[in-house]
């Protein structure tokens, strides 16, 4: 997905200077508490997140939208599916 | 992935602690229950007097380890207890007691942290465990 195809993002949970599971446990609490068709931001600074974030939303039955390398960090985007 | 996990703790390190809550956290996230069984040093860290204290590191850690765990730390690196927790807020995880250790620590039941959920022997343990795996740390 290119920068230009990310669709508006509901909430950022900035979970950089957490270590692993952090930024994960951070992005669960969060999706318990969004809506349905909500997007959601993690970012982390954890080297794990960008394996680990990608393949619990698999399992849980979200939408990936896209895992960016930012400075310092990764960005992951995720969509709230049910 | 519904057969629990289940962690046997005998060390009483911090770094084995931690180590040992960031598989239950990590099992916890994916809906994996997780049954911890407490046995000798890893109960006595999960008193009320002890579990805030530093229980040292394993002895492989030396001097270089010490210096890593501690940069960890000052970094922002949630405790153990902390780790678990978080862990036990966003899965299943049972923590429990073994009754040998307590006669061992001379323990009761109000000694133990409010993250222990409890007491029970070794074949409540296995019962619980079902066919899950058993990892002894």
Known sequence: ?????????????????????GPLMELIRGMREAEVGDVIAVLSSDKGSKADIPKWVEKAGHNLIGVFTREGHDEIIVEKVR | MDEPLNLVLFS???????????????????????NVFLQYWALDAFTRAKIGLDHGLAPEAGEAGRTAVDALAKAGQASWAETLRQAKDLGTVDIQACSLSMDLLGLEESD???LVDGVEGVTAFYLNA????????
């Open chain 2, 130 to 137: 079902g066919e899950g795996h058993v990892v002894f740390i």
């Open chain 1, 1 to 21: 997905m290119t920068e230009t195809a990310i669709p508006p993002i509901d909430v950022t949970l900035d979970a950089r200077g957490s270590f692993c599971p």
């Open chain 2, 112 to 114: 133990l942290d409010p």
């Open chain 2, 12 to 34: 009483g390190t911090d770094d084995k602690l931690q180590a040992a809550a960031v598989l239950t956290a990590g099992a916890a996230a994916l809906g994996k229950p997780v």
